[in-house]
């Protein structure tokens, strides 16, 4: 049972690493126009025949979105479950069983854990445009990039960032004031991660969560998966009139083995856009995270910055950048048209404040005295690089992994401020599906679900490792 949990929040983990371009390329491929259930007409909400298609439009949006924000909210969930206290615990287990606990003191305790989850996703859904767009269903961010992608006005951009800012002061607010937020944000890692390996459950009860697991891993990691697949080896044949289609396990092998040289230039700029960004987000996120450690009001106000900054929708953010690059300033535009600095600068939006909060909950892990006999021996610069580091060295490989996956993957960001003759995975992958594209898509995705499976598991390693 601990194995098939295990298991699962690796799957729901790797379902959140996932960018959301990618979850539409495989539902896309699930239920899409060429799809292994063949159920929508992309970007339309009729059939060719005039019959309402069920998954298309909002419903597929909706749902797409929903797969993957379900992931977000469940470990938004599970985390603020297992940092309770383990003293919280055992005194529970005093006056209630197993499932009485769950419900009625673990549950509610996470409750801001999972309302944040839930906001954030509801922040995804608003600023991001790929999926809506794919769709045919218009966002905000959507509209936006449309109308005003050439001619941004000041009206335009204050209607388009009201939503996600009410958003974003609604998770401030909520966090702030949430009892999750100040009972367990300076407790350590060792102290306040609850057990629950002891825990002797009903049959029935543990029947019911292993099938709630698989479901789970059914809906988001079998059946699209099922569906790349399916289109990998999809071939359809035209003879006396008729169409004809078959598979096999050859054409799978044989697209997938050459993916790497038909898309080399999209794998190389995609990993060296996001190695360069998510180093730089390091170098800006570590400062700022040990300054709000050692200053609480100060990093309150970086806390509140960063849910900002990622509330901002993704086409505002390039088009600023684009703005900014065509001011009359020498070498900007050489800057712009043959460098990726533009493209680093807009995915720093999303990268620092992802790099913060990792590098973040490292910081609140080390323990206040540790800190303050720090700063009576040592100078701010050696107690920065001789103790902090060391000490939070796992967060910074952490936060390096993750933003680099999120900032690869940020196709509204990157969409307005990417050079001329420079084609990332997310860019090609966005054109392959609006042309009807089907194994070549399902090829481009591959390997490069296959590398974010690699980072994920880096990042297991790095926080299962056991050190001196």
């Not at 901002?312 to 900007?332: E, S, Y």
């Amino acid at each position: 049972m601990r194995t098939i949990a295990n298991l699962a929040v690796a799957i729901l983990g790797i379902v959140a690493f996932v960018p959301l371009v990618l979850h539409g390329a495989a539902w896309e491929a699930t239920a899409g126009k060429f799809g292994l259930t063949m159920l929508t007409q992309t970007g339309t909400s009729t059939s060719a025949s005039g019959n309402y298609v069920f998954f298309s439009g909002m419903i597929a949006t909706a749902w797409i979105h929903g797969v993957y924000g379900s992931s977000i909210v469940a470990l938004a969930t599970l985390y603020g479950v297992e940092r309770m206290p383990r003293s919280l615990i055992d005194q529970s287990r005093l006056d209630a069983g197993p499932v009485e606990r769950w419900w009625k003191i673990r549950l509610p305790v996470a409750k801001p854990w999972c309302v944040i989850g839930m906001m954030a996703v509801a922040g995804i859904a608003v600023t991001e445009m790929t999926i809506a767009d794919l769709y045919g269903y218009r966002t905000i961010a959507d509209q936006f990039y449309l109308n005003y992608a050439l001619r941004p006005t000041v009206s335009a951009i204050a209607w388009t960032t009201v939503l996600p800012l009410i958003l974003a002061l609604m998770l401030i607010f909520h966090w702030s004031g949430s009892s999750s937020g100040r009972v367990f944000q300076n407790e350590s890692r060792r102290e306040s991660v609850s057990s629950s390996e002891n825990e002797n459950y009903h049959p029935l009860v543990r029947v019911s969560a292993l099938s709630i697991l698989l479901a789970a891993i059914l809906v988001a990691a079998v059946v699209p998966i099922t569906g790349l697949i399916t289109n990998l080896g999809r071939e359809v044949i035209q003879a006396d009139g008729q169409f004809t289609a078959t598979w096999s396990i050859r054409l799978v092998l044989e697209r997938v083995t050459v993916a790497p040289t038909v898309f080399a230039s999209e794998y190389q700029w995609t990993a060296m856009i996001a190695a360069v960004t998510s180093l730089t987000s390091v170098a800006i996120a570590w400062p700022l995270a040990s300054l709000g450690r050692r200053r609480d009001r100060v990093g309150r106000l970086i806390d509140f910055a960063t849910i900002a900054m990622v509330c901002v929708p993704g086409p505002i953010v390039g088009l600023a950048v684009v703005t900014l690059f065509q001011a009359d300033v020498p070498g900007f535009p050489f800057l712009y048209q043959q460098t990726i600095l533009p493209t680093t600068i807009s995915m720093l939006m999303r990268g620092i404040p992802v790099s913060y909060w990792i590098i973040r909950s490292g910081y609140r892990a080390i323990a206040s005295q540790t800190l303050d006999l720090a700063r009576l021996d040592a100078s701010p610069v050696r107690q920065f690089w001789s103790i902090e580091r060391p000490l939070v060295f796992r967060s910074l490989i952490a936060a390096a992994l993750v933003s680099a996956v999120v900032t690869s993957g940020d196709l509204p960001v990157s969409l307005p401020v990417i050079p001329a003759g420079v084609t990332t995975v997310p860019v090609r992958l966005f054109g392959l599906l609006h042309s009807g594209a089907r194994y070549q898509e399902a090829a481009l995705v591959f390997w490069y679900v296959l590398a974010i499976v690699f980072v994920f598991g880096l990042l297991r390693l790095v926080y299962t490792t056991k050190t001196d």
